[in-house]
């Protein structure tokens, strides 16, 4: 027990020192910095590179982390945040969700992906406290810790750029007027908050003996419960939350083992959210609402098609493309389709309802699995177990995002996230249904009439016969009385609700909608790749998604179309690296977002 409870105080440390620098970015701007992780793992790979590479003592390496990630800090307020001031907060926090997909996919091409050995700057099992075993290195971080958040309240507290600080998050339009410089202020905000966040980096490095490139995300994700947990804006909040989510993370592997670590994560995400946005120690969010969220990035008239522009355009993809194009470019056009299908869907709740949602990956296993499991072990045919898996996953997202419509704008969004995440979670750990991490094998091709559809040209026709129907149907939905509640909704929510409009109710619905097709394109995914396994469902597929349907303009399908023939089928055609690829998805999501927000299939406003 004592062990256990020692073992999460040490988790929960480097939790802390990374929570606090999220923390302090919120309560500055406003904006849940995503690319907070990335900055994490860059500092603890530099420190790898000054220490192993370079041959410097501990302290210099860290003075030069703290210099590096700070840089970066001030580089992603500047070219990504900052921009973006005046938009609604869910903008902001894209752009950073974009800056952290470069982040890390350079850190990748610059160290490789490989995780290194850290070297032993500090002894790390040295000491012992009756049972206990630590290291000089556990009380070197925990003394940091402490005298982080000493000197960083007694700065808020009596420094005068730290005064400023503290103005500018209460109100930054007033401290503007009182004179204070409230963009150098922010800048100043990202590199103390980045340099704490490469600070964690090397300690953790030096902690668990090893750094990846690819640890970024897991650690931002989980430095933004533990500042949620805490009370985002609250320093002292962020060491509490990140202290509380170690110690519940110990106990909970202690008893049922490390598979559930997500599942509690996102467990108290979502918790938190629902039954105390504000956290333990912070203030209940005081956003009401983010009226124009949706039109901030659809705005302007979507470009129509004539019944015959798209009647040519169905019968090229369904003839012209089978009988000219060789079998892999026929097999990446089905997941061109598949991946539309996800995307057109999306719009209904992203578009018309102006709810950004970004765990579509949770929908998507859902049914990916449902068809998988209902095709290999009961023995069901494809086209049943294809509608029970859409129906399933928009019953299964429908209950777990009940509680979370409560809350407004950007919030729901990061709660999809945390819904999204424990439903692969429960998936990886129901291992006697799902077999767990070895995934579901022999998932049998579809069939039709009795025929099974084994040839690549076969399954693409049925994958573009199911996107045609989305298709139909999320268009007649936007035409009708329901798509003209859920657009009144998206344009301004106060103005809807002022009206009589249950706009929880009608958010719930799109999202219903969008996981029931979620759901389709999943058991499609399944039956396309013959296996699966949880890792496929990740947060890179739900930014993929997302991107997508930014990309084409969130209010269309038919740019959902375009998106995915961008994104998905020209770096497969092309041939270029997945680490490329994720990179020119960061890159476009950002450039889009801050350039044309509206989308591509979509005119500019008037």
């Known amino acids: 027990?004592?062990?256990?409870?020692?073992?999460?105080?040490?988790?929960?440390?480097?939790?802390?020192?990374?929570?606090?620098?999220?923390?302090?970015?919120?309560?500055?701007?406003?904006?849940?910095?995503?690319?907070?992780?990335?900055?994490?793992?860059?500092?603890?790979?530099?420190?790898?590179?000054?220490?192993?590479?370079?041959?410097?003592?501990?302290?210099?390496?860290?003075?030069?982390?703290?210099?590096?990630?700070?840089?970066?800090?001030?580089?992603?307020?500047?070219?990504?945040?900052r921009p973006l001031a005046k938009a609604p907060p869910i903008a902001a926090l894209l752009a950073t969700v974009a800056v952290s997909l470069i982040?890390?996919?350079?850190?990748?091409?610059?160290?490789?992906?490989?995780?290194?050995?850290?070297?032993?700057?500090?002894?790390?099992?040295?000491?012992?406290?009756?049972?206990?075993?630590?290291?000089?290195?556990?009380?070197?971080?925990?003394?940091?810790?402490?005298?982080?958040?000493?000197?960083?309240?007694?700065?808020?507290?009596?420094?005068?750029?730290?005064?400023?600080?503290?103005?500018?998050?209460?109100?930054?339009?007033?401290?503007?007027?009182?004179?204070?410089?409230v963009p150098r202020i922010q800048n100043l905000a990202f590199v103390i908050a980045s340099g704490l966040g490469g600070l964690a980096g090397v300690f953790v490095g030096m902690y668990t003996s090893n750094v990846s490139p690819t640890s970024g995300a897991a650690a931002g994700l989980t430095a933004f419960v533990a500042a949620t947990l805490g009370g985002l804006g609250s320093m002292v909040g962020a060491v509490l939350g990140g202290f509380l989510l170690g110690?519940?993370?110990?106990?909970?592997?202690?008893?049922?083992?490390?598979?559930?670590?997500?599942?509690?994560?996102?467990?108290?995400?979502?918790?938190?959210?629902?039954?105390?946005?504000?956290?333990?120690?912070?203030?209940?969010p005081a956003i009401s609402a983010e009226p124009m969220t949706g039109t901030f990035l659809s705005g302007g008239r979507e470009i129509r098609l004539r019944w015959w522009h798209a009647g040519l355009a169905v019968a090229l993809a369904a003839i012209a493309l089978p009988l000219l194009a060789d079998r892999y470019t026929v097999t990446v056009a089905a997941g061109v389709a598949i991946y539309a299908i996800i995307a057109a869907s999306m719009t209904l709740v992203s578009g018309s309802a102006g709810q950004i949602t970004i765990g579509q990956a949770g929908p998507i296993a859902v049914g990916a699995y449902t068809s998988a499991i209902l095709t290999v072990v009961t023995g069901w045919s494809f086209w049943p177990a294809l509608i029970v898996a859409g129906l399933l996953s928009a019953v299964v997202s429908t209950v777990l995002t009940a509680p979370v419509w409560r809350l407004r704008g950007h919030y729901v969004a990061i709660a999809t996230l945390g819904i999204?995440?424990?439903?692969?979670?429960?998936?990886?750990?129901?291992?006697?249904l799902t077999r767990g991490a070895y995934g579901i094998r022999g998932i049998p091709a579809p069939t039709l009439f009795g025929e099974k559809l084994n040839s690549a040209v076969e399954f693409y026709l049925l994958a573009l016969a199911v996107l045609v129907v989305t298709l139909v149907v999320i268009t007649r939905i936007r035409a009708s009385h329901l798509g003209t509640v859920l657009a009144a909704v998206g344009a301004d929510d106060v103005a809807a609700r002022s009206s009589g409009v249950r706009v929880r109710d009608y958010k719930a619905l799109a999202y219903a909608v969008a996981a029931f097709f979620a759901g389709i394109g999943g058991s499609l995914l399944a039956h396309q790749y013959t296996y699966i396994d949880p890792s496929i469902f990740n947060l890179t597929m739900s930014l993929l998604a997302l991107t997508i349907i930014v990309l084409g303009g969130l209010s269309s399908p038919i740019g959902a179309v375009l998106g995915a023939l961008i994104l998905v089928g020209l770096p497969e055609l092309l041939r270029i690296a997945p680490d490329v690829r994720i990179l020119g998805y960061g890159v476009l999501l950002l450039l889009i977002i801050r350039f044309r927000p509206q989308g591509l299939w979509v005119r500019r406003p008037a």
Do not use: C
Request: glycine share 14%; charged share 10%.
């Open 420 to 432: 999204g995440s424990v439903a692969v979670a429960v998936i990886r750990n129901w291992e006697s």
């Open 103 to 181: 982040l890390d996919n350079v850190a990748q091409l610059v160290f490789g992906p490989r995780v290194r050995p850290f070297p032993a700057a500090l002894p790390t099992n040295n000491l012992q406290l009756g049972g206990l075993r630590f290291g000089t290195s556990d009380v070197v971080m925990f003394g940091i810790t402490i005298v982080v958040m000493a000197a960083l309240a007694g700065y808020l507290k009596f420094g005068r750029s730290g005064r400023a600080i503290r103005a500018t998050a209460q109100d930054p339009d007033a401290a503007l007027q009182m004179g204070i410089p």
């Open 247 to 284: 110690i519940l993370e110990a106990f909970g592997i202690s008893l049922w083992g490390d598979g559930v670590r997500d599942l509690i994560t996102f467990g108290v995400l979502i918790l938190v959210l629902i039954l105390r946005p504000g956290g333990l120690l912070g203030k209940v």
């Open 1 to 81: 027990m004592l062990d256990t409870l020692f073992a999460g105080l040490i988790h929960g440390n480097a939790y802390a020192l990374v929570a606090v620098g999220f923390s302090l970015i919120f309560g500055v701007t406003h904006v849940a910095n995503f690319a907070h992780g990335s900055v994490f793992a860059i500092g603890s790979m530099a420190g790898w590179w000054f220490i192993a590479e370079r041959g410097w003592p501990l302290w210099a390496a860290v003075i030069g982390v703290l210099v590096v990630t700070g840089a970066l800090g001030l580089l992603i307020n500047v070219l990504a945040v």
